[in-house]
């Protein structure tokens, strides 16, 4: 029996009349850093939405922890960070974060925690005057608050400086070492290296799947920009 927290079937997904996942199956393991890279367009933030249930499907399944994607059980499981901004501004930013705190049911004092690990204290009492890369910060807070034992974020290190970045990258690699599902989507294949396993995609199918080693070696390159490429050249021969 397959014990995946995350598992997509055979999904299948149209926008504006466009197929962008044609039948992608795929997985998502317990305790990974899974990295999903691909150019823009390529499916990145369509998957991502289909496995937190807020996409409609035109077929497949995709379950998390066994509970359909989309249902309120489902949800209860996920923490969630949108590409677009999805931070209140007519709240501050410790009121952005425990609200979403009172949703997932954390423990008192979680809130506080993830802001001063993130390093939002100074900005606590802000509301409208946050920069691009502070308010990615503000909207990771309050994906990781509760402590979801599955992380769907979706470009989460935009924005932000090369040390912000390191540290929230060790954060993950925390949450995931705790046994925690993580999957990070992003078109900047220098952090690819950083997962333990790697989805490349592009028009909506999965060209390989392995860890960043697994990948090198199929491709013969060592820089993964160049093997991604030479990815694309394989699959479209």
Same mark, same amino acid.
């Given at each position: 029996?397959?014990?995946?927290?995350?598992?997509?079937?055979?999904?299948?997904?149209?926008?504006?009349?466009?197929? #962008?996942?044609?039948?992608?199956?795929?997985?998502?393991?317990?305790?990974?850093?899974?990295?999903?890279?691909?150019?823009?367009?390529?499916?990145?933030?369509?998957?991502?939405?289909?496995?937190?249930?807020?996409?409609?499907?035109?077929?497949?399944? #995709?379950?998390? +922890?066994?509970?359909?994607?989309?249902?309120?059980?489902?949800?209860?499981?996920?923490?969630?960070?949108?590409?677009?901004?999805?931070?209140?501004? =007519?709240?501050?930013?410790?009121?952005? #974060?425990?609200?979403?705190?009172?949703?997932?049911?954390?423990?008192?004092?979680?809130?506080?925690?993830?802001?001063?690990?993130?390093?939002?204290?100074?900005?606590?009492?802000?509301?409208?005057? +946050?920069?691009?890369?502070?308010?990615?910060?503000?909207?990771?807070?309050?994906?990781?608050?509760?402590?979801?034992?599955?992380?769907?974020?979706?470009?989460?290190?935009?924005?932000?400086?090369?040390? +912000?970045?390191?540290?929230?990258?060790?954060?993950?690699?925390?949450?995931?070492?705790?046994?925690?599902?993580?999957?990070?989507?992003?078109? #900047?294949? =220098?952090?690819?290296?950083?997962?333990?396993?790697?989805?490349?995609?592009?028009?909506?199918?999965?060209?390989?799947?392995?860890?960043?080693?697994?990948?090198?070696?199929?491709?013969?390159?060592?820089?993964?920009?160049?093997?991604?490429?030479?990815?694309?050249?394989?699959?479209?021969?």
């Amino acid at each position: 029996m397959n014990t995946a927290p995350v598992q997509v079937r055979d999904l299948r997904v149209s926008r504006g009349g466009r197929l #962008v996942l044609p039948g992608l199956s795929t997985q998502l393991d317990s305790g990974t850093v899974t990295g999903l890279l691909g150019p823009s367009g390529s499916g990145k933030s369509t998957l991502i939405r289909s496995i937190a249930g807020v996409q409609r499907i035109d077929s497949g399944t #995709v379950k998390i +922890l066994g509970y359909p994607a989309g249902t309120r059980a489902a949800a209860r499981c996920l923490g969630y960070m949108t590409q677009a901004s999805s931070v209140y501004t =007519d709240l501050s930013v410790r009121e952005n #974060v425990a609200y979403w705190a009172r949703i997932s049911g954390a423990e008192r004092g979680e809130a506080e925690s993830v802001i001063e690990h993130l390093h939002l204290a100074s900005l606590a009492l802000f509301r409208s005057r +946050l920069s691009g890369g502070q308010t990615s910060r503000v909207a990771l807070a309050c994906a990781l608050v509760g402590n979801p034992p599955v992380l769907l974020l979706d470009e989460p290190t935009v924005g932000l400086d090369p040390v +912000l970045r390191e540290e929230i990258w060790d954060f993950l690699r925390e949450r995931a070492a705790a046994g925690t599902t993580i999957l990070v989507s992003s078109h #900047v294949m =220098d952090e690819a290296a950083r997962c333990d396993k790697l989805l490349l995609i592009r028009h909506g199918e999965i060209l390989a799947t392995g860890s960043p080693d697994d990948i090198r070696k199929r491709t013969g390159v060592e820089d993964l920009d160049a093997a991604f490429l030479n990815l694309i050249k394989e699959h479209a021969a």
